[in-house]
């Protein structure tokens, strides 16, 4: 059996638009490295970390609890140490502290001879979510572990359900360079709403899960839309309004907030569209003075992967 490996830990699209909290999908071109190692001397140790300014302490590292949630629920004949090479920036909205905390027990199981299940992992890893958000929830970690479109059917018991990935799908992000903290943007949401608005967005949940199966583009257009938390969050985005019309105008077939912010994403149909949207997003932030990062991605269906 290995002793050490190292993993590609992607980045996620969390909400997908419509399900808050339930769906997510998991990006492609951009994650983090992650070098896991056995060790003889027992515990979780984080001796190197690279790209940010995150906490060795394994108690105050999101990787580093969902280790300890795992090492100390399977208490194992030996220690692990993590190298984490950050390349996704945090509060970024694409699931940096997922792709830490999916990563640690990935690796971990990898080298136990994968005692755990999808599952299972999931549920160690949302231990350590739970110290970046304040709250634990699996909608970034399921995609990030499963791979392709997935909806967290119940967080406890947790169930996640894997949903098909049409073959033409592709994604855009832009990333401006400021910081939304998750626990903050989940601080403005109403605690209550509208029945009217509830009953819209359930119709998109579903549609948009029947789109995904079906591989019927026009109706994922259709679903592609959030009428609950975007009014309250995209106030903290700037020009949130002026990307998104220009990408639909661009030919995407849906914009909306990325996980908690500030990333905004689009689905396209083809590779072509979508890059077709980047350049018209491009545009929108290039006439500000904020900075921003985009990407094109294909769908990845196959979730963590080992290098
Ligand atoms: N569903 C979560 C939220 C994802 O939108 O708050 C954040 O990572």
């Known amino acids: 059996?290995?002793?050490?490996?190292?993993?590609?830990?992607?980045?996620?699209?969390?909400?997908?638009?419509?399900?808050?909290?339930?769906?997510?999908?998991?990006?492609?071109?951009?994650?983090?490295?992650?070098?896991?190692?056995?060790t003889q001397e027992k515990g979780i140790k984080i001796t190197k970390i690279?790209?940010?300014?995150?906490p060795f302490e394994a108690e105050k590292n999101v990787a580093g609890v969902s280790a300890l949630a795992m090492y100390n629920a399977l208490q194992p004949d030996c220690g692990f140490e993590i190298e984490i090479?950050?390349?996704?920036?945090?509060?970024?909205?694409?699931?940096?502290?997922?792709?830490?905390?999916?990563?640690?027990?990935?690796?971990?199981?990898?080298?136990?001879?994968?005692?755990?299940?999808?599952?299972?992992?999931?549920?160690?890893?949302m231990k350590g979510e739970a110290l970046a958000s304040?709250?634990?929830?699996?909608?970034?970690?399921?995609?990030?572990?499963?791979?392709?479109?997935?909806?967290?059917?119940?967080?406890?018991?947790?169930?996640?359900?894997?949903?098909?990935?049409?073959?033409d799908l592709f994604a855009t992000l832009i990333h401006p360079q400021i910081e939304i903290k998750t626990s903050e943007s989940r601080a403005i949401l109403?605690?209550?709403?509208?029945?009217?608005?509830?009953?819209?967005?359930?119709?998109?949940?579903?549609?948009?899960?029947?789109?995904?199966?079906?591989?019927?583009?026009?109706?994922l257009k259709e679903s592609l839309s959030d009428v609950i938390i975007e009014p309250y969050r995209k106030q903290l985005i700037p020009h949130f309004d002026d990307v998104k019309s220009a990408a639909l105008e661009a030919g995407a077939l849906g914009c909306a907030i990325s996980g908690s912010g500030p990333s905004i994403f689009m689905l396209s149909k083809t590779e072509?569209?979508?890059?077709?949207?980047?350049?018209?997003?491009?545009?929108?932030?290039?006439?500000t003075d904020i900075k921003f990062e985009t990407y094109v991605s294909k769908i990845n269906t196959q979730g963590i992967r080992i290098l």
Not at 5 to 31: E, R
Not at 50 to 54: C, F, I, M, V
Not at 86 to 113: H, R
Not at 138 to 156: E, M, Q, R, W, Y
């Open 1 to 38: 059996m290995k002793n050490e490996i190292k993993i590609f830990s992607p980045a996620t699209v969390a909400n997908v638009a419509c399900g808050f909290d339930v769906l997510g999908f998991c990006l492609d071109t951009i994650g983090d490295e992650m070098v896991i190692r056995k």
């Open 134 to 167: 304040k709250c634990e929830h699996a909608d970034n970690l399921a995609p990030a572990i499963f791979g392709g479109f997935t909806l967290v059917k119940s967080a406890c018991p947790l169930k996640v359900l894997e949903l098909p990935t049409p073959s």
């Open 272 to 287: 072509a569209t979508a890059k077709t949207v980047e350049q018209a997003i491009r545009k929108v932030y290039s006439q």
């Open 190 to 219: 109403p605690k209550d709403i509208p029945l009217a608005n509830a009953i819209t967005q359930w119709a998109n949940v579903g549609s948009l899960v029947h789109g995904l199966h079906t591989s019927d583009y026009d109706l």
């Open 85 to 125: 090479y950050k390349k996704i920036k945090p509060g970024s909205g694409i699931g940096s502290s997922s792709a830490s905390a999916a990563g640690s027990v990935f690796g971990m199981n990898e080298l136990l001879g994968n005692p755990l299940n999808k599952t299972e992992l999931t549920n160690y890893a």
């Open 50 to 54: 690279e790209g940010y300014d995150l």
